[in-house]
């Protein structure tokens, strides 16, 4: 338990489900009486709103924060202090607890966040195995041979088998995150016409687009010492630009293929191949960057946050990104069919692990600023519901 209070106050707040909610609601009736950080980040602002806080306003506030590491630098009541105030932590905590509640399937979601490394890992390979083991047992030489030209890829695998069963483990994908937003939604309490608000629509693009809130305030995000610094946040922008490109690449392909009945693989100047290669490099570089933080990290800023599921997310990313560039740059050679065979295992593993793993942080934080955005536009303009 971060942030264990004076007197032991955490889990001792009977109206709170777990230990964790009851410390982030100490440390937010501390907060709310000090007011320092208020200028930090959207958390603080969304506090002051509140003068008492239930299991979804704090939930919500957990999920409004970007671990940027200000507050905790900058407070004079942060441990040793005997209040023991420790905000990025605490909400850490209640956000990775958050992430269980609303999984769904809800079984699933203790299972991944003990072993969301070895699951997605095991997944990966398994598929991988799976996929090589059956072409080489069919036809050795479609694994090993050399296949150039339209069609090459689906030498191993029909197009329509391989659009069923990566269709299918997006589509599961999407259905199991629908629902994790359905439930985070309603904990929270926000009305579901928010949601329909094209201003704080807008709004919350605009601030996660930016990731405003992880600059700890204008000076930049606290990691492994006191001296603020933007890597962080240019890390995350690649990882997450890299990501839409990258799906931006395979829904151009797919509109190739069912539109112009153009075929995979693609000439290197063809659009989806730029538009993979550019994603691809943001995904070798942000994903490798973030890792490259997080092992830099002050200790104490890493409590809260459950390091197999994080690494688990990056891990895909990047497996996916360099056996996509590796498939790209060795197409035309006899490893293309086993290559091909990792990157479909790597993508499977990451379809099915996403709703269970550190992807969710960004959907429920993208949903958090727009209630940040739509309960500010309230406050300004109180008659405007
Ligand atoms: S984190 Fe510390 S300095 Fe900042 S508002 Fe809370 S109590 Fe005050
Ligand atoms: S975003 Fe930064 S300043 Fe705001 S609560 Fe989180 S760690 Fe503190």
Redesign the pocket.
Same mark, same amino acid.
């Given at each position: 338990m971060v942030g264990a209070g004076p007197a032991g106050t955490a889990g001792s707040t009977p109206h709170h489900a777990t230990a964790a909610l009851a410390e982030a609601d100490r440390?937010m009736t501390?907060?709310n009486s +000090?007011? !320092? +950080?208020?200028g930090l980040c959207a958390v603080?602002p969304a506090m002051e709103m509140r003068r008492s806080f239930s299991d979804g306003d704090l939930n919500y506030l957990a999920n409004l924060c970007h671990n940027c590491g200000a +507050?905790?630098h900058?407070?004079?009541?942060?441990p040793p202090h005997e !209040?023991a105030?420790h905000?990025p932590a605490t909400l850490a905590q209640v956000r990775t607890e958050s992430y269980a509640q609303y999984a769904w399937p809800r079984a699933f979601a203790g299972l991944f966040a003990r072993n969301g490394l070895v699951i997605a890992v095991a997944l990966a390979l398994a598929v991988t195995i799976f996929i090589a083991g059956f072409v080489a047992w069919t036809d050795p030489f479609v694994l090993f041979g050399v296949h150039v030209g339209p069609g090459a890829f689906y030498r191993l695998m029909p197009h329509n088998t391989m659009v069923a069963i990566f269709g299918l483990a997006m589509l599961y994908a999407v259905f199991a995150i629908g629902m994790g937003v359905r439930a985070f939604w309603r904990d929270i309490g926000e009305p579901e016409a928010t949601l329909r608000d094209p201003g704080s629509l807008w709004q919350a693009l605009k601030d996660a687009g930016s990731l405003r809130h992880l600059d700890g305030g204008g000076a930049g995000c606290m990691n492994e010492n006191e001296r603020p610094s933007d890597r962080r946040r240019l890390h995350h922008h690649l990882t997450f630009y890299g990501f839409m490109l990258c799906f931006a690449a395979t829904s151009t392909a797919t509109l190739y293929h069912y539109l112009l009945g153009m075929q995979a693989p693609y000439p290197w100047y063809d659009l989806p191949v730029l538009l993979g290669t550019a994603g691809g490099i943001g995904m070798v570089i942000g994903p490798i960057g973030l890792l490259r933080e997080k092992w830099r990290r002050d200790p104490g800023l890493r409590q809260g946050t459950p390091v197999g599921m994080d690494v688990a997310f990056l891990l895909m990313l990047l497996l996916t990104s360099l056996t996509g560039l590796a498939l790209l740059v060795l197409r035309a050679t006899p490893v293309m069919g086993l290559l091909l065979a990792l990157h479909l295992g790597v993508v499977f593993a990451l379809f099915v692990t996403m709703p269970y793993g550190k992807f969710v942080h960004g959907i429920y934080r993208f949903l958090a600023l727009v209630r940040a955005a739509k309960e500010r536009h309230r406050e300004l303009a109180p008659g405007d519901r």
């Open positions: 440390l501390v907060c +000090c007011r !320092y +950080c208020e603080f +507050c905790y900058d407070c004079q009541f942060s !209040y105030v905000v």
